[in-house]
């Protein structure tokens, strides 16, 4: 019986310290205890067979352990995939895809569904879509590289740089910043009148459902803008004199005062950037976001070549739209998959912590600084869920993202520092709400997961 007492608190010694070692963490007040306990039981005139028969049931209690912790987190993830699964299926889903990651890679991914019903193509990491207001975060990148580049600052009058005047007929001495471009609270405003003709159709190139694009139509969405390019168009909608040009394309306060969720601010800014650098904003993103990414799947143009790799973008189970671009395409146009955006993920993570091969440390530092204060908000903004940084939105229960809608898209991109993890969706089908889909993927990365093997 002594014996045993004596293997058995000996098995929970060589435990410890192979425990100690692997975590590489023994302090002075261990030393004395193993020092204590080597001295009373004289452990060093063990028999060869008892030491190797200890070091055998501590590993064998270690694999243990760390088999337990892969096992929760596997476990873990199949509830997602099960939870996912029942939102799928309840929200008649055509297909989508979720990809969670660490600072490393990813730790696990998950498809579901279809690219395209008909044809059954699944709908899979390497599906291509855009990916709405979800390519916002690329702005704010950008504009936080125009910065670094030197060509304006979050401070300077827009004014300076455009080669027309924006004047806002409800404040017409207004002074409209780069960042109050990047917050939402320029006074620039979606008119409904106007701003859904900016999106362009092409019936041709793809089979569509005639009732889904009527729907589309009876929204607004009847391609009257005849303009083709960002350079033709904002003169015509923000100067005066322009053909849609109107006092409804702007708030009523002064610029900084009323927070208005804006599409057309969004890509007047990145149209900035296109002024200073000489370059389309699409060839700017790809030098300094996609190509250091190593997004070679990614872009900014309807690729009419590789519509076999692109979802449908459905209405229903039933109808799709047509596929379809815009002349502000920065603010909702980047075509994507999830092993992508991916990538882009994990480098703005990264970037967080310290790597910049992005951005600098303060670049980082400024894009994810609140732009509002509790004490003194913009009208039209509530601070009880979330605030602003530059274009991304800083949850208050400590995540950062962006989500992302239009027809036949769903979007969602986030990471929570706290945990080291990250999270993407994309579906090929509006959802009037896709807060149960965020829900399972905020719920999935509040608590640390082991990195997939």
């Known amino acids: 019986m002594i014996f045993l007492l004596i293997l058995t608190a000996a098995t929970i010694y060589y435990l410890s310290v192979s425990i100690s070692h692997f975590y590489n963490y023994r302090n ?23 030491k190797r028969y200890l070091k055998f049931i501590s590993f064998i209690i270690i694999v243990s352990l760390l088999a337990s912790g892969g096992a929760k987190g596997q476990s873990k993830f199949d509830t997602l995939t099960k939870r996912m699964q029942t939102l799928f299926l309840n929200d008649s889903l055509p297909g989508l895809s979720v990809v969670l990651v660490n600072t490393k890679g990813i730790v696990y991914q ?23 207001s979800v390519s916002k975060t690329l702005i704010a990148v950008a504009i936080m590289k125009a910065v670094e580049l030197k060509y304006f600052t979050l401070e300077t009058d827009i004014n300076d740089i455009l080669p027309f005047k924006v004047v806002n007929p409800n404040a017409p001495n207004g002074r409209i910043t780069v960042r109050e471009l990047t917050n939402h609270t320029s006074g620039i405003v979606d008119n409904p009148a106007i701003y859904p003709d900016t ?22 969405y009847r391609q009257k803008v005849t303009d083709t390019s960002m350079k033709d168009f904002f003169p015509n909608y923000l100067s005066p004199g322009g053909k849609y040009y109107k006092s409804e394309n702007f708030g009523k306060g ?6 208005s969720y804006s599409n057309g601010a969004s890509a007047l800014a ?34 009419t070549g590789k519509l076999t790799t692109m979802a449908r973008p459905y ?35 990264n970037g967080y912590n310290g790597d910049t091969t992005l951005l600098s440390n303060a670049s980082y530092k400024t894009m994810f600084t609140k732009q509002f204060s509790n004490e003194n908000p913009p009208l039209g903004i509530k601070l009880t869920h979330r605030n602003k940084g530059i274009f991304w939105n800083l949850y208050n229960d400590g995540t950062i993202g962006h989500d992302g809608d239009d027809p036949g898209v769903i979007s969602f991109l986030f990471f929570n520092p706290a945990t080291g993890l990250g999270g993407i969706f994309l579906c090929n089908k509006y959802l009037p709400n896709k807060q149960p889909l965020v829900d ?14």
């Open 110 to 132: 998950k498809n579901f569904g279809y690219a395209d019903i008909a044809n059954k193509v699944p709908y899979t990491t390497a599906t291509i879509q855009n990916i709405g």
């Open 270 to 303: 990145a149209y900035l950037i296109e002024v200073k650098s000489g370059l389309s904003y699409a060839a700017f993103t790809t030098k300094y976001i996609l190509r250091p990414m190593k997004m070679a799947h990614s872009g900014w143009v309807l690729d």
């Open 28 to 50: 002075k007040y261990w030393f004395r205890f193993e020092f204590s306990f080597i001295k009373y039981f004289n452990l060093y005139a063990m028999s060869p067979i008892i």
């Open 315 to 349: 209405y229903d189970l039933d109808r799709s739209f047509p596929m379809y671009s815009w002349i502000t395409y920065p603010e909702g146009g980047l075509r994507t998959c999830t092993a992508d955006l991916s990538k882009y993920l994990i480098g703005i993570m």
């Open 254 to 259: 002064s610029p900084g005062s009323t927070s």
């Open 199 to 220: 999106y362009k159709f092409f019936p041709a190139i793809r089979s569509y459902s005639q009732s889904a694009y009527d729907v589309l139509q009876s929204l607004g």
């Open 440 to 453: 399972l993927l905020l719920d999935a990365t509040n608590t640390s997961l082991p990195a997939k093997n």
